[in-house]
């Protein structure tokens, strides 16, 4: 049996913690900057979990993380 390839994509983007929890960051902080207040830059910089909707699929992109 061939091993599994990791999606790559998927493993820049998700990082799996010490408790099993994927990490990712937040979208909308590349561009068109200018309209979104300081509070709103601020809060995506900021770490967060995967939703739980989505921990299963992403899982099986990361067979080895």
Same mark, same amino acid.
């Given at each position: 049996?061939? *091993?599994m390839k990791t *999606?790559?994509?998927a493993e820049k983007r998700f990082?799996?913690?010490g408790s099993g929890k994927l990490k990712r960051m937040k979208a909308y902080k590349s561009h068109i900057l200018t309209k979104k207040s300081q509070k709103t830059k601020r809060n995506l910089r900021k770490a967060t979990m995967t939703d739980a909707t989505n921990v299963k699929v992403m899982?099986?992109?990361l067979p080895y993380e």
């Open positions: 049996m061939p *091993k *999606k790559r994509a990082h799996v913690t899982k099986k992109l």
